[in-house]
């Protein structure tokens, strides 16, 4: 009698956190209501796996590398932009084999990989997970798709390098021109990501903010698209921020139409906390800048 088959695999990376940690809940939710459904409903021929869900004996670090060059397809969750994902994606990039980037809706994804193609997911209403869902098995068939063509930052840079050594005078003086314009285009988002805000809505009152603090501090300025008044992001402030960042946060609280802007001092402004405070109000719909 003849075995089955052995499955193809499509291994799934992205923050993982511990458990009952918001991340854990925000990947668990994830893979089990988007990506298992789509594989178990289209794609039975795959066995989908985690990181955490590995039940081999040996060490978790090289199975992961393992898991990585050798699955079929790897679905890539950029939320929160862990460092550990990005080395993950990076691994499998290098390798040019097919792979899928999601992300939470809302989450600002690095200049050098936001012309790339990404689902954005929400999970704000039960619409959203079927929009994913859709999304989702659009890009794995597509991914599946013996003619698919990878790209990537690293199949971009390859090419790149392959046209330098052909390309004409003219051609490289043009490419030059693009490069010094990626540059320049580099710069300004870094100094949008460490600088102050410069958004004409709500800089000058960030500013004033600022002077009235004698303090080290960060700037948080929590936005809606109009969906939200003052008052409502207020009311998700004080639930959300209120238990990480304490109430002094409301002596220095500024609301605008769509946005609220308030200081938490430096000393509790931990990157676990930051991160924490934006990932709950992008589940509620909002928009998080610190500066």
Request: net charge negative; charged share 25%.
């Amino acid at each position: 009698m003849a075995g089955k088959s052995e499955k193809k695999t499509c291994f799934v990376v992205g923050p993982i956190g511990d458990d009952d940690s918001e991340d854990r809940i925000h990947a668990d939710w994830l893979l089990e209501d988007i990506i298992e459904p789509v594989f178990l409903e289209h794609f039975q021929d795959f066995e989908v796996s985690r990181a955490d869900k590995i039940s081999n004996p040996g060490q978790i670090n090289t199975q992961v590398i393992t898991a990585l060059l050798e699955a079929d397809l790897v679905i890539a969750d950029l939320t929160t932009l862990n460092p550990n994902a990005f080395y993950e994606i990076g691994i499998r990039h290098t390798i040019q084999k097919p792979i899928i980037h999601m992300h939470l809706e809302g989450q600002k994804i690095p200049f050098d990989i936001a012309p790339f193609r990404s689902i954005k997911f929400s999970r704000r209403k039960p619409a959203d997970i079927r929009k994913a869902r859709a999304a989702l098995l659009e890009f794995v068939q597509e991914s599946l798709d013996p003619a698919h063509e990878i790209d990537n930052p690293v199949t971009f840079s390859r090419g790149k390098l392959a046209f330098s050594e052909r390309a004409t005078p003219p051609e490289k003086l043009v490419q030059d021109q693009l490069d010094s314009i990626t540059e320049r285009l580099l710069e300004i988002e870094r100094h949008a990501q460490s600088g102050p805000r410069i958004t004409v809505e709500g800089s000058a009152i960030s500013s004033k903010l600022a002077a009235n603090s004698q303090d080290p501090h960060i700037v948080v300025t929590v936005s809606s698209n109009g969906a939200h008044s003052a008052l409502s992001i207020t009311e998700a402030i004080a639930r959300k921020a209120v238990p990480l960042f304490g109430e002094e946060i409301f002596e220095r609280l500024v609301k605008e139409t769509n946005s609220v802007l308030f200081l938490v001092p430096a000393r509790l402004a931990n990157a676990r906390a930051m991160k924490s405070f934006e990932l709950e109000m992008s589940n509620l719909g909002y928009s998080v800048e610190f500066s």
